[in-house]
């Protein structure tokens, strides 16, 4: 069966400096991958997603996700944190090939501060 | 493109009470999913749709829940009698076939008192 794990219940992180959001996973074939962003009372947001080829992937509003095969992870990334970055941020993970529905992680809350 | 559209927003009933929560996916996708959110479990898949059939419900809680999609741009997933434990807020996402992201509506807060 597939299965996220964010580990992360929060992150705080101050405006500038870079930013990580953690996600391990586990499949039993080969993984196709999500992050998704959830701002209050709206629903989420598809932000990247990584499917084959370079593990290094770029999505929306200047974030990246790098995807790890030997440890079974898929970092969000961004270099340069902003205020308006916080929200509620979600991995997801579906089994490549298939057609099974994605799975989600629980969420983490990222917090930037001024 | 109007996106995935749920309605309504906000519902507040009584225990007991039949509660209907209702969607219309992205005009040509052909998946639909029916989502709960809660604070403890995260993002739960309770059921979802191929051109219209049921293809999983292992993720409806009970038997008070139940979904339907009567045809390909209107789906409506209830509850029949509601729960104070129901209580969340429940999201419809629709997606095309393959290696797609989904688009999620705006989800309906369902509040059982």
């Known amino acids: 069966a597939q299965s996220v794990a964010q580990p992360e219940d929060q992150v705080n992180v101050a405006e500038g400096n870079p930013l990580t959001v953690k996600c391990t996973y586990s499949?039993?074939?080969?993984?196709?991958l999500f992050w998704y962003v959830q701002y209050p009372n709206r629903g989420l947001q598809f932000l990247l997603k990584?499917?084959?080829?370079?593990?290094l992937v770029k999505g929306s509003y200047g974030f990246e996700a790098e995807f790890n095969k030997s440890q079974t992870s898929f970092h969000l990334k961004k270099p340069s944190a902003l205020v308006s970055d916080s929200a509620l941020y979600f991995c997801?993970?579906?089994?490549?090939?298939?057609?099974?529905?994605?799975?989600f992680g629980k969420g983490t809350r990222l917090s930037v501060i001024a | 493109d109007a996106g995935v559209i749920q309605s309504p927003r906000h519902e507040v009933t009584e225990m007991g009470q039949e509660v209907t929560l209702r969607c219309k996916p992205i005009?040509?996708?052909?998946?639909l999913f029916w989502y709960r959110q809660t604070m403890m479990r995260g993002l739960e898949l309770l059921i979802y749709?191929?051109?219209?059939?049921?293809?999983?419900d292992s993720g409806m809680p009970e038997d008070r829940f139940s979904a339907k999609m009567p045809n390909a741009s209107f789906s409506t997933l209830k509850i029949q009698p509601s729960e104070p434990r129901d209580s969340a807020v429940y999201f419809c996402?629709?997606?095309?076939?393959?290696?797609?992201?989904?688009?999620f509506g705006s989800g309906t807060r369902l509040t059982v008192v």
């Open positions: 990584y499917i084959t080829g370079d593990n």
């Open positions: 005009s040509g996708h052909d998946y």
């Open positions: 997801a993970v579906r089994e490549n090939p298939g057609n099974t529905p994605l799975v």
């Open positions: 499949v039993s074939g080969n993984p196709y």
């Open positions: 996402a629709s997606s095309l076939p393959g290696v797609r992201g989904y688009t």
């Open positions: 749709f191929n051109n219209n059939v049921p293809i999983d």
